[in-house]
């Protein structure tokens, strides 16, 4: 009997000890302020509030030129098809307006369905007739790319969700981008 007292006791210290990781993340969250866009639509967001703790962020300026959804892409002697239904092509304008140097990677933009259904490795490599977009490099104060990212989608619509400090700040990201439904 007291040896499971023990453990259970044990057991509540570590409960104790881990359970403050919840407030925390819920703290941090509070703290990021979304930027949600539509296609033609400029704005930035910090990730400041991303950051591990004591880590400084910078400001990205996005610009969503267009947006566009094929079912098939076709080359000289190809054909490619999404696995999922749908190849999304999202074009950005992504600059870092901060003043320190910061990463922009577009591939952790995740895909998030109108019922709530959520793709997190949503991005599709190497598609006939789309270019490697470049944005998964870090970003000097001032430089500025424009491409086109693509993503294997299962339906047209949802939106896409740039995180903050993935996974810990998922529940609200840093950038949600609105795709429309045709």
Request: charged share 25%; proline share 5%.
């Amino acid at each position: 009997m007291a040896l499971v007292l023990m453990l259970l006791g044990a057991g509540v210290a570590c409960d104790r000890d881990g359970g403050g990781g919840a407030a925390e993340r819920s703290r941090e969250a509070d703290q990021v302020r979304t930027l949600t866009l539509r296609v033609g639509g400029t704005g930035e967001f910090s990730t400041r509030a991303g950051q591990p703790e004591g880590g400084r962020g910078t400001t990205f300026k996005v610009t969503v030129r267009s947006v566009k959804y094929w079912t098939e892409s076709t080359a000289p002697g190809s054909t490619d098809r999404p696995v999922e239904g749908y190849f999304l092509l999202v074009e950005l304008r992504v600059e870092n307006s901060g003043r320190l140097p910061g990463n922009f990677g577009a591939d952790r933009l995740a895909w998030v369905g109108d019922s709530r259904e959520r793709i997190q490795d949503a991005s599709a490599c190497c598609v006939d007739g789309v270019g490697n977009s470049g944005f998964s490099d870090t970003f000097e104060p001032g430089f500025h790319l424009t491409g086109t990212e693509v993503f294997d989608v299962p339906d047209k619509g949802g939106r896409l969700e740039y995180p903050g400090d993935w996974p810990r700040l998922t529940e609200r990201p840093l950038l949600v981008i609105e795709l429309p439904d045709r």
